[in-house]
């Protein structure tokens, strides 16, 4: 029996809320099946997870997930709107750099001030000092105009060019949500997860990303993207920096403490693209099933992963990444 029928776990499997007056309770719901599992892996949290489940089941297995450990997914039908909780811990941008494997002459996109009122982000100014001093492409994408012209500046010369969320807002039709929209289940309400994938596509993805290349002199292409984002523990914009890193070799990274706090992101993106989301204390990795896997799930009548990657192509908008 699938461990999430126990009664005991009723109600326990779900997406971690918006309303953050309920992330508190969320994590406590999680307690008795993580103390659960830990006793039946001898007292401790594993250190590696493979998540065949979907958006239920996700967010516990990070949530049980030990620091410093790493957490697998390769796609489900049980919903693409994935979310979780941070985990404890921090790292200077240039420990998380080396954590993600950052290399001369890859390009990366810096969040800058987020939650800032002034110019000065003494966090994001440290991430842009040591992404040129390892040799980065560095395009920098500030909340304010002001911050912009601030950031241009500073590092006139040196960045290959700057961008802002709030120029962006002066254009019609652009939208930047506080976090991912929510996702009607696919299964059930198609056209619903449809439409508000595509509007989420049309009004914030695609508008980002083809002002984000332009300083690199790329264009809007599924292939085309950055090798890493600096993404910041403050905002909930990971479901947008996902979009943003190139297949396969793509990863969005975090070095501020993300404990306490909501992030969420559309799966698929994640795991048919193979990026990974590097975070100080835990690593999650979007993985395509080998052959093997995908015919023993034929054989037994378990998961396919071809319906699941079946489903998501149906469900995009032409030219989604």
């Known amino acids: 029996m699938d461990i999430r029928e126990d009664l005991r776990y009723r109600g326990v499997f779900t997406k971690v809320p918006g309303d953050p007056s309920q992330w508190r309770r969320w994590e406590a719901m999680g307690r008795t099946w993580i103390r659960d599992c830990r006793r039946r892996n001898g007292g401790r949290s594993p250190q ?58 890859e390009s990366i996109l810096v969040h800058y001030g987020v939650k800032q009122r002034g110019n000065v982000d003494s966090a994001g100014m440290e991430a842009i000092v040591s992404a040129l001093d390892r040799g980065g492409i560095v395009v920098v994408a500030t909340a304010t105009e002001e911050q912009r012209r601030f950031v241009e500046k500073r590092w006139k010369g040196d960045i290959a060019g700057a961008l802002s969320v709030e120029g962006l807002k002066q254009t019609s039709g652009f939208d930047w949500p506080a976090a991912m929209p929510v996702l009607p289940d696919p299964g059930s309400r198609f056209r619903e997860c449809q439409e508000a994938l595509t509007l989420f596509h049309e009004r914030t993805v695609k508008r980002f990303r083809k002002a984000a290349l332009v300083p690199l002199g790329l264009e809007e292409h599924p292939e085309n993207g950055f090798d890493l984002v600096y993404e910041r523990a403050g905002q909930d914009t990971l479901g ?82």
Do not use: D
Request: glycine share 14%; with cysteine; hydrophobic share 40%.
């Open 48 to 105: 590696e997870l493979t998540c065949n489940g979907g958006e239920g089941a996700f967010p516990r297995f990070f949530q049980l997930l030990a620091p410093g450990g790493s957490l697998t997914f390769r796609g489900s039908m049980e919903g693409f709107h994935f979310t979780f909780m941070g985990k404890r811990g921090s790292l200077s941008p240039l420990q998380a750099f080396e954590k993600a494997g950052f290399r001369r002459g």
């Open 240 to 321: 947008i920096s996902v979009n943003l890193v190139r297949p396969g070799t793509g990863r969005v990274m975090y070095g501020e403490e993300m404990a306490g706090r909501r992030y969420s992101f559309y799966a698929p993106h994640v795991w048919m693209n193979r990026r990974r989301i590097v975070m100080p204390s835990a690593l999650i990795i979007g993985e395509i099933p080998a052959a093997p896997e995908r015919e023993h799930g034929r054989r037994t009548g378990g998961f396919l992963p071809e319906e699941a990657e079946q489903l998501v192509r149906k469900l995009e908008p032409v030219g989604m990444v």
